[in-house]
């Protein structure tokens, strides 16, 4: 059975910088693009970044380009999403998942149980 468990998360203030990780288990990891998704409490998920399988092309929101870093190892099975010069709106529950595409937003099913990043002072 697939399994993806995210950690990292946690609270900061205004610029401050987390390093999420996307462990995947019970599946080739290599073989599928990787995606970031998060949602904010009474919003609909947004899509924040994905990777293609081979981990050389990294694809990203408007609202997070030039602040956030996509990396992947598939020898270790793992995903990154650094964060950095957070801000309030950043704020939201951060979920990775398979993507049929790097910019795809799979069904909720497909996703890990999240870890909370809150940016305030």
């Known amino acids: 059975e697939a399994q993806l468990v995210e950690s990292g998360g946690g609270m900061v203030q205004p610029g401050g910088t987390l390093r999420l990780s996307c462990s995947g288990s019970?599946?080739?990891?290599?073989?599928?693009?990787m995606v970031w998704i998060r949602q904010a409490p009474g919003k609909g998920p947004e899509w924040v970044s994905g990777?293609?399988?081979?981990?050389?092309?990294?694809f990203y929101a408007d609202s997070v380009k030039g602040r956030f870093t996509i990396s992947r190892d598939n020898a270790k099975n793992i995903m990154y999403l650094e964060m950095n010069s957070l801000k309030p709106e950043d704020t939201a529950r951060y979920y990775c998942?398979?993507?049929?595409?790097?910019?795809?937003?799979?069904?909720?099913?497909?996703w890990g149980q999240g870890t909370q990043v809150t940016v305030s002072s």
């Open positions: 998942a398979r993507g049929r595409s790097p910019t795809d937003v799979p069904a909720r099913g497909d």
């Open positions: 019970g599946f080739v990891f290599r073989r599928y693009d």
């Open positions: 990777m293609d399988t081979t981990g050389t092309i990294p």
